[in-house]
């Protein structure tokens, strides 16, 4: 005999009772959710830029016409901007990957702090944006 998935019941016994954790478009976007959405995007962005780091790593070693043909390109305004993006992304990363640390040993578990540290990553995540945009450029 096979089980089969039971679907929770309304209070009226009609329709299914619906998910507890529906689509992010019905939520009021607050500091700690956008602080955990830029924390993936970040991750995600880190995570693209492994084969572009194993690349440079490989033409840096090449030769030494590869290495100053890989070192103008990362002078260009292209390579500057993928620093700045990369370093960007690893800067609100680390910073946000404090917070969740600092969250899952217990610390600042109320409310408000949530939102304040929340707030703090972003906005941490932003000034050291700026200061590598005025370090690169």
Avoid: C
């Amino acid at each position: 005999m096979q089980a089969t998935p039971q679907v929770a019941q309304s209070a009226n016994h009609r329709s299914p009772v619906r998910p507890l954790s529906p689509r992010s478009s019905i939520y009021r976007w607050r500091a700690p959710m956008l602080a955990s959405f830029a924390h993936r995007i970040s991750g995600f962005v880190l995570l693209l830029f492994i084969p572009v780091y194993l690349y440079l790593l490989s033409a840096l070693t090449a030769s030494p016409e590869d290495f100053l043909r890989v070192l103008d390109g990362m002078h260009s305004t292209v390579g500057r901007f993928m620093l700045w993006l990369v370093g960007t992304a690893l800067i609100y990363h680390l910073v946000n990957g404090i917070r969740f640390l600092l969250l899952d040993a217990g610390f600042s578990e109320t409310r408000e702090k949530m939102r304040g540290n929340a707030r703090f990553s972003l906005v941490a995540g932003v000034i050291g944006a700026l200061f590598l945009a005025v370090y690169l450029w």
